[in-house]
């Protein structure tokens, strides 16, 4: 197998008329979802070279997977971009990625052309592909189209398994956001064998809570591809909506949540159980943060029948490399663990280059395998430096992604997430480098310099700094210049920033200033 494309064919071919993907206003069957993707793949195929992403400026919905498959058809890579990143950042990924065009929908076009008109690239309305007259319109209108179908199929049969399938962009420590490029190769082998191990079948009813720029998404996309799941994109709004949200899940019949941790315990700190319970979740699949046990046990007690899996695993390495079936209630100061390996997907941890094996003992998390990335969208230097040669194998090359996480495993054979080498943090369920914050900061005029610490237990960023400018007026550029959720919650000035012997900011000294962890 090539391309994830023979999932959609296949897939079509068996079930043509069952319900792909639907939102509260559209839909598509899994033939739809198959004829639209050639329909914007054709396009695509027409316009651009192989292997030049896309962008995607909109916010989930089924245009938007259809376009995301046309994309892939043509062998170009798709990357979804979060519409309510601030200008400065989309600049920035917009240098990194470099696509053939932005496509974009009514919603948010003004926006995208605000944000991509100087950049040179084209901004396309989702509509202009389609056709304003339905479906049937445009589909009668490509099928004319020879020389752009036969175009399609040609790309389609050069693909390689080692062809860019998305790029997502996550948080860089020096201020530049990191394009994680993953091929087609590492969700072939991912995704059979997450479905398989989990039951994820034909009938399940997948309630999509992650945005598409988000890697959480992957298994729900993937899965409904290769088993003729239906997905359910769950609107973003109704995750600060408890009663919305848990009527959407029961009136749909929602059987599976792949959802971030964030997600878990805003039902369950909010009382969404009380008001009603979505008897039909029989899988709860969780990952993005440490589930803290009070808000799992109160999950499992409406839902005893559920199965309960805890999945670990940074963008890098396809989703996740690991995974723990919860069978037991945790104690409150337990950490819950990440469990063993997947299939075909090596684990292990190193203290420097030495292998760290006796229970209880801490080193880095390091992995294998093909569900590695291909690395970083135009960008060696990190990709070099992230993505090294295994030290344990000396007789051949073989790369592994050094994580930046601590573990320890158990005595029963699990891995245990401990903490951080870096101050890489995970909050809101994102992945955020604290050093892009700090290097935001201290761009601006009138700071001189800038840190940032994070509570975990109060899950707040705080960030301090000494210069001249007023906390409100700094707190008005990071505004600008960050999404919302590395936004700082509180803003700190110090006379002078307090440094080690080795000249460097001594963070413990700031934690005990403002009080922060």
């Not at 700090?438 to 310099?449: H, I, L, N």
Request: charged share 20%; net charge negative; hydrophobic share 45%.
């Amino acid at each position: 197998m090539r391309s994830i494309i023979e999932w959609l064919r296949a897939t079509a071919e068996r079930i043509p008329e069952k319900v792909a993907v639907c939102d509260e206003t559209d839909s598509l069957t899994f033939a739809q979802l198959h004829e639209t993707a050639r329909v914007f793949g054709s396009w695509v195929a027409s316009r651009q070279e192989a292997r030049v992403p896309v962008a995607l400026f909109m916010e989930k919905s089924p245009r938007c997977l259809a376009a995301m498959m046309g994309a892939v058809y043509a062998r170009c890579p798709y990357s979804v971009i979060d519409v309510r990143q601030p200008d400065a950042r989309l600049s920035s990924i917009m240098a990194t990625l470099q696509p053939g065009v932005v496509l974009t929908d009514s919603a948010n076009a003004d926006r995208a052309h605000e944000a991509f008109d100087a950049t040179g690239t084209p901004v396309v309305l989702i509509d202009e592909v389609l056709g304003d007259a339905g479906r049937g319109a445009a589909f009668a209108a490509a099928a004319l189209d020879t020389a752009a179908s036969q175009t399609l199929d040609q790309r389609f049969a050069t693909a390689l398994d080692v062809d860019p399938l998305y790029i997502n962009f996550t948080s860089g420590s020096t201020g530049t956001p990191k394009g994680v490029a993953v091929c087609h190769r590492s969700v072939i082998d991912f995704i059979p064998q997450f479905d398989s191990v989990f039951g994820i079948g034909q009938d399940d009813r997948i309630g999509n809570q992650a945005p598409f720029d988000f890697d959480v998404s992957v298994k729900d996309i993937y899965s409904t591809l290769l088993t003729g799941a239906t997905l359910v994109l769950i609107p973003r709004d109704y995750f600060s909506q408890p009663a919305k949200l848990m009527d959407f899940l029961a009136d749909n019949a929602i059987t599976t949540c792949t959802w971030a941790v964030s997600a878990m315990c805003f039902v369950s700190i909010m009382g969404g159980f009380d008001y009603r319970v979505p008897e039909t979740i029989n899988k709860v699949i969780f990952s993005g943060e440490v589930m803290p046990p009070k808000q799992l046990a109160k999950w499992r007690r409406v839902l005893p029948n559920a199965t309960f899996v805890n999945v670990y695993g940074p963008t890098e390495v396809t989703c996740n490399c690991t995974y723990h079936v919860v069978d037991r209630e945790y104690a409150k100061d337990e950490v819950i663990p990440a469990g063993k390996p997947f299939l075909n997907e090596g684990v292990f941890l190193l203290d420097d280059d030495a292998l760290v094996t006796q229970v209880g003992a801490e080193g880095e998390v390091c992995v294998t395998g093909t569900c590695l990335a291909l690395g970083y969208y135009n960008d060696p230097q990190r990709t070099a430096a992230a993505f090294v040669q295994n030290p344990l194998s000396t007789a051949f090359p073989e790369i592994m992604y050094r994580t930046g996480d601590l573990a320890r495993w158990d005595e029963n054979g699990n891995l245990v997430f401990s903490g951080r080498k870096d101050h890489q943090i995970k909050h809101l369920g994102q992945r955020i480098e604290l050093g892009e914050i700090e290097a935001a900061a201290q761009a601006a005029d009138g700071v001189e310099r800038a840190c940032c610490l994070y509570d975990a237990k109060r899950k707040k960023i705080s960030l301090y700094y000494d210069g001249s400018l007023a906390a409100d007026a700094l707190l008005e550029l990071l505004s600008a210049k960050l999404p919302h959720y590395m936004v700082p919650a509180k803003l700190i000035p110090v006379e002078h920033m307090p440094l080690t012997k080795n000249g460097k900011v001594d963070r413990a000294a700031l934690a005990q200033m403002g009080g922060a962890k």
